[in-house]
């Protein structure tokens, strides 16, 4: 993914200020900055949901968009909300989705309703949503809010196991937590992006 030059204000207010970024493939980027600081517009306009005032975004292949923000139907379980995605990504199966959940060790709420999940169970749901295609880019808006320290550790695992397999992974947060395990990390503020970690030689 390149962007470049990217602006976007709400009225009067500028929140992103030229905005230049590169995703690479197999690289583990983050992106931390106050709240309101823009991350989530930023999130936005990369995931196509929002149009900038300015600027360009360039990406092939699928692309995968955790939201800070859980979006569930209360009244449909887990599983329902797995083949409802299967057929919005026209996948032949749900082998990824039942990897992904084992993983995060939710498995047993398949067939649970979304709304009497927990916080932390609700966002391994909606990280399984985002990455059961297998997507080339993967952006995470704070992916990990509500986890235990085991599920903590089992999302950088899965992190560290997409970029293995080439894929290109953003986590943006207002807090920088675990900076040693990322290739890069920006810090976003006052509407700008600037280098707060540079890649490992």
């Not at 470049?4 to 992103?16: C, F, N, T």
């Not at 493939?25 to 900055?33: D, F, R, S």
């Not at 968009?65 to 329902?80: F, G, K, S």
């Not at 749901?125 to 903590?152: K, R």
Request: hydrophobic share 40%; aromatic share 8%; glycine share 10%.
């Amino acid at each position: 993914m390149n962007v470049r030059g990217l602006r976007h204000a709400y009225g009067p207010r500028q929140v992103l200020r030229g905005i230049d970024l590169d995703l690479e493939p197999g690289a583990l980027l983050g992106i931390v900055g106050e709240n309101g600081a823009g991350k989530s517009t930023l999130l936005r306009i990369l995931s196509g949901e929002l149009r900038p005032d300015q600027g360009s975004v360039c990406h092939g292949g699928r692309f995968g968009y955790c939201p800070q923000d859980v979006v569930l139907n209360d009244a449909l379980t887990v599983r329902q909300h797995l083949k409802y995605f299967q057929a919005a990504y026209g996948l032949h199966d749900l082998r990824r989705a039942e990897e992904i959940m084992e993983e995060l060790r939710f498995t047993a709420y398949a067939d649970e309703r979304a709304g009497t999940l927990s916080g932390g169970t609700r966002q391994k749901l909606n990280l399984t949503l985002a990455l059961m295609h297998d997507p080339q880019v993967l952006l995470l808006d704070e992916p990990y809010q509500g986890f235990d320290w085991d599920t903590y550790q089992r999302f950088w695992h899965l992190a560290d196991g997409l970029r293995a397999a080439g894929r290109s992974v953003l986590v943006v947060s207002h807090l920088a937590y675990d900076i040693e395990r990322l290739d890069t990390l920006w810090r976003l503020d006052a509407g700008v992006l600037t280098p707060a970690k540079a890649p490992a030689p």
